[in-house]
């Protein structure tokens, strides 16, 4: 029997694999096909203060190896969270990792006060969308602004909390250093990438929105670059995620020094894909004579 379970940052995972958030709604939705208690944890959908209606459609558009997505954090705030998601979640015997969203400091701090009464296991505070006009990767993008957030949330929480870094930066590991420094336990890292389609024969843009985020496949290469350069630059552990759709994948993080990992776009294309994920890490450890997951951490030979 492999030893499967991890600790990100405080947060103990029975195993290394969550969900990324946006994929996999509140849980409730996939549990026909997932046993969510199986999962090292739930990560939940990004939520704000008090729900945000989201970004004009067409807000999904698909590409070669990946999708487009423009959502814009559409929610149903903190309240319905608490009241019907986190105790579906708890009743299901899941750990569960809360997705923070505002449009500001202050709203990032009354979402985690907000949440300190419900049965959270840890917060993830995205600073990283790029479908918001305020809030999310304007955050993210800039050092000031992650020290603020990041320590103001610290500040009204003891939980675990994992920040989420946005790979639309210059210097991925600047950001990570800030968010370490201001108190963050873990990282997790990536969000998705700027990206635009555009239909040729009508010469209009795919989504409403013109730009939106990129995801799937088509950003594991560069998801892999940045946790690997992110494990060199700080102590904190790390939850990887970028096109995450195999065991394989998950390895691959592992070994690039991610504690964790997260499975997200492959969610709509195969909704068992989180099972599949447990199962192929597990018997790649069986085969390569691995006891404990824990040694592939960082255990690239370079
Ligand atoms: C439709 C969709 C919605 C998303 N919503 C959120 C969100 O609410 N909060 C967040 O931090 N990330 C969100 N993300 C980003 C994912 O959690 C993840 O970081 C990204 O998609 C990369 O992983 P993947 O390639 O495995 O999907 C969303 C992604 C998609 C595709």
Redesign the pocket.
């Known amino acids: 029997m492999v030893r499967m379970a991890v600790d990100l940052g405080g947060l103990q995972m029975k195993n290394p694999v969550t969900v990324?958030?946006?994929?996999f709604a509140a849980g409730r939705e996939y549990g026909d096909f997932v046993d969510v208690a199986s999962l090292g944890a739930v990560t939940t959908?990004?939520v704000s203060l008090h729900g945000w209606k989201g970004n004009a459609t067409p807000r999904?558009a698909e590409t070669a190896s990946g999708?487009l997505?423009s959502?814009g954090?559409q929610n149903a705030g903190v309240a319905h969270l608490k009241e019907i998601d986190i105790p579906w979640l708890v009743d299901e015997g899941a750990t569960i990792i809360v997705?923070v969203?505002g449009h500001s400091l202050g709203e990032y701090v009354s979402v985690v006060e907000a949440l300190e009464e419900a049965p959270v296991d840890a917060y993830?505070i995205?600073i990283?969308?790029p479908n918001v006009d305020a809030g999310g990767m304007t955050i993210g993008c800039h050092v000031e602004s992650v020290e603020s957030v990041v320590s103001a949330c610290r500040a009204a929480t003891k939980r675990p909390m994992i920040v989420?870094l946005t790979p639309n930066v210059t210097d991925i590991t600047e950001i990570a250093r800030a968010a370490e420094a201001a108190g963050a336990d873990a990282l997790s890292l990536?969000?998705?990438l700027l990206g635009m389609a555009i239909d040729a024969k009508t010469r209009k843009p795919l989504l409403a929105r013109i730009v939106g985020?990129l995801?799937?496949p088509a950003?594991k290469p560069i998801?892999l670059r940045m946790v690997w350069e992110c494990f060199h630059s700080v102590k904190i552990p790390l939850l990887g995620?970028?096109?995450?759709a195999s065991g394989e994948d998950a390895v691959e993080f592992l070994l690039a020094g991610a504690t964790a990992i997260?499975?997200?776009?492959?969610n709509f294309m195969n909704p068992t894909a989180t099972t599949e994920v447990i199962e192929g890490i597990a018997r790649y450890c069986e085969d390569n004579g691995v006891d404990d997951v824990n040694e592939l951490i960082g255990a690239l030979l370079c």
């Open positions: 990324a958030s946006g994929t959908k990004g999904i999708m997505n959502i954090l997705n969203s993830e995205n990283s969308c989420k990536i969000n998705t985020g995801s799937g950003v998801a995620m970028g096109g995450i997260a499975v997200g776009t492959a």
